[in-house]
């Protein structure tokens, strides 16, 4: 695909794969492979990585790809993806140590059981903590700028960051931190609640969302931000788009602002049915609806 040769990539102790399916990995299951797929085995093995690679590697970070379309070419350099040793999750008083690996549920299912309230919402966001910090992820009302204290991360050339809220630059869904920095780890604190009360607040909420959303379908969550005094799966329905279909792709049924691959999708589907329903909105209301989902890689 590129030039990057795992030869020319510094000494980890984590692991290097070439030219690596990225398919399996994201919740499209659609799209292209990571020219070199990198596993750190720890914090200082990642941090030492981007301190020695070459200035010119261009590194991208990947979660379980919940809100991620990659394009059939797939991502030139290497793609970091942070595995099961960043997963730690630790309950210390009202607050929440989580490794940017861990899944936003298991998170809030730790909260539950400690009697921390205000964490629910996670339980209902299919990513990991890394992408819900970048993401600014959130559902009914809460985000996680709510429950925030600090988070960890380490920069393209191996540096340190410890980040306060006023350094996260958290806006509806996106934080501004700089897009060469990955999120190792981070800590978030909520109320003291009831376990069983807090419980029966995220098995509601899991219980509406499967009946609202294609949660169990080949997706990668809302496509669109929802303009500023709009919906767009509205819009999108306004503009005669549900169900709409091309190729493998489909405009879900069950909520208009969701893309699905009906099972042989290519990235190029999803995409150009996305760009189609954007015009088709765009003509109907005026409206220019904006991505969500973070496309990345080469057509
Ligand atoms: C069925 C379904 C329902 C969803 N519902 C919601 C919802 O209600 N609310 C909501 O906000 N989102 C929702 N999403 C979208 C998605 O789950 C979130 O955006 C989630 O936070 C993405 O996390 P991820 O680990 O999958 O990140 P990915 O999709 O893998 O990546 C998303 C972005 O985060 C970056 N990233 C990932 N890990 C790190 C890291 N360690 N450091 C720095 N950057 C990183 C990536 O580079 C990319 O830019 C939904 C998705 C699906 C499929």
Redesign the pocket.
Known sequence: MMPHSRDALPPVRGTYAENAPLKD????RAGGNAEILFRPADADDLATFLAAKNADTRI?????????LVRDGGIPGVV?R?PGA?GKIVVEGKRIHAG??A??AAVARQAAEAGIAGLE?LR?????????????????GR??RDIFVEAT?IDGRGNRHVLKAADMGFVY?KSQ?P?D????EAVFEGEAGDAAEIKARMNALVEQ?EST?????R????TFKNPPGHKSWQLIDEAGCRGLVRGGAQVSEKHCN?LINTGDATAADIESLGEEVRARVKAKSGIDLEW???R?GVP
């Open positions: 990995l994201v919740w499209f991208s970070v990947i979660g379980v790809g919940s809100n991620l970091v942070l960043f940017a690996a899944l936003d919402f209902g966001i299919p990513g990991t903590i890394g992408g819900a910090l970048r993401m600014n992820a959130g559902c009914y985000e996680i991360a869904r931190v897009e920095f990955i999120f190792v969302r959303q294609p949660v169990k379908s997706t990668g969550g809302s969701f969500e989902i973070k990345v």
